[in-house]
């Protein structure tokens, strides 16, 4: 009741950087309160903890789009900023936890925390993720990148339709992977330059940050289009519950969701480009 009756979300669009702190503490309380109760499997039952009160706030942050969409007359992308704002502070605040946890954590409190997000980028390398999670050129692989986005994409409105706010399991699951991915680079930075001296250490630990989240030059965009659908299925959602569909409005929501959608098609178009031919170079 405490964690999801603190935010007002009409409030929040307001000053959406809040949501950097939100989304750091949530999943800092999901991650401990794992640890005391699923001692030994908190791995998967962490990131229900933070999505538990997260689906409160983007219930009622999409019910409030949901209401604009109504009763605008016109075309509602740009109304959808500051919510998108909203998603995007608190995917980070999600990131920056996970990989700050990640790294400052005891080693075996790490593997029981993030023991699923470790052998998910494992499968997916095929190799340690402390050695290949930015070293796995993209170079040639633009389709497979593509479709594996819009299958993201598809996952996320589905969830967001059948479960309102929902989705944002999968954004949760999606920041705790990539934020494993820059805390592991930054964690084996520590270990390999911790006994070196400080000009040394202090330069290839700062260049860790850069290399990190290089991997967010064309994630900053997928995450957006993700968000954008989540947006989209969410306002169908709450227009359907309210029986809303033999009303002209309805027609305006759906114009108005297939508008969005396709705007988070070509973002992420454009975010397969990124992640092929820029963010290999970085």
Not at 129 to 145: E, Q
């Amino acid at each position: 009741m405490v964690l999801e009756s603190i935010i007002n979300p009409e409030r929040e669009e307001k000053t959406p950087k809040n949501m950097l702190l939100v989304g750091f503490l949530y999943s800092t309380v999901g991650i401990f309160v794992s640890l005391w109760i699923f001692k030994g499997q908190s791995s998967i039952p962490q990131i229900f903890l933070t999505t538990l009160p997260l689906v409160v706030i983007v219930n009622k942050a999409l019910r409030l789009e949901e209401e604009k969409t109504k009763y605008e007359k016109k075309f509602l992308i740009k109304e959808h900023g500051p919510i998108l704002s909203l998603f995007m502070y608190l995917f980070i605040g999600l990131l920056i936890s996970y990989a700050f946890w990640f790294t400052i954590l005891p080693s075996d409190t790490v593997k029981e925390v993030f023991h699923t997000q470790i052998n998910t980028i494992r499968d997916i390398t095929g190799q340690d993720i402390a050695l290949t999670a930015f070293a796995t050129s993209s170079s040639g692989r633009f389709t497979p990148i593509l479709l594996n986005n819009l299958q993201v994409l598809a996952f996320c409105i589905i969830f967001s339709f059948l479960y309102g706010g929902g989705a944002i399991f999968i954004h949760t699951w999606n920041a705790s992977i990539i934020g494993v991915a820059v805390g592991s680079v930054m964690r084996s930075t520590l270990k390999t330059y911790a006994g070196t001296l400080n000009s040394e250490f202090l330069y290839n630990y700062l260049g860790s940050f850069t290399v990190s989240f290089s991997y967010m030059v064309h994630g900053v965009f997928e995450v957006a289009a993700y968000f954008l659908g989540a947006v989209a299925g969410g306002i169908i959602s709450f227009a359907v519950v309210n029986h809303d569909y033999n009303t002209r409005k309805f027609k305006h929501i759906v114009v108005d969701s297939f508008d969005t959608l396709v705007m988070a098609v070509v973002i992420l178009i454009f975010a397969a480009f990124v992640e092929v031919y820029v963010t290999p170079v970085l």
